[in-house]
């Protein structure tokens, strides 16, 4: 599969695990905070390693993991957790 070339550029990639890192949704970042300070201390090989994996074809998502938060009313939300690298790639 062909993508576009500004699609597969590290900047882009970069600009994507940044918007993660500093969302506003504080409750789903709980989930992958821990995982920020290590992705982040070789960001340039781990994002130039997706992109790799992308371009040759042998990148393969996660399966999402689910989780159910309890409502005030006692019903469960359920909420899609992605693994760090598909939420860059989606972002």
Same mark, same amino acid.
């Given at each position: 599969?062909? %993508?576009?070339?500004?699609? #597969?550029?590290?900047?882009?990639? /970069?600009? =994507?695990?940044?918007?993660?890192?500093?969302?506003?949704?504080?409750?789903?970042?709980? %989930?992958?905070?821990? &995982?920020?300070?290590? %992705?982040? #201390? =070789?960001?340039? +090989?781990?994002?130039?390693?997706?992109?790799? /994996?992308?371009?040759?074809?042998? %990148?393969?998502?996660?399966?999402?993991?689910?989780?159910? &938060?309890?409502?005030?009313?006692?019903?469960?939300?359920?909420?899609? #957790?992605?693994? #760090?690298? +598909?939420?860059?790639?989606?972002?």
């Amino acid at each position: 599969m062909t %993508y576009p070339q500004k699609f #597969l550029s590290y900047s882009n990639f /970069e600009l =994507a695990f940044k918007r993660i890192v500093k969302g506003s949704n504080k409750e789903y970042k709980l %989930y992958y905070s821990h &995982l920020f300070p290590g %992705y982040n #201390l =070789a960001l340039e +090989d781990n994002l130039n390693d997706l992109i790799k /994996e992308i371009r040759q074809g042998t %990148y393969k998502p996660s399966t999402p993991n689910i989780v159910y &938060l309890p409502k005030r009313t006692g019903t469960l939300r359920p909420l899609t #957790l992605l693994s #760090l690298t +598909d939420l860059i790639v989606s972002s």
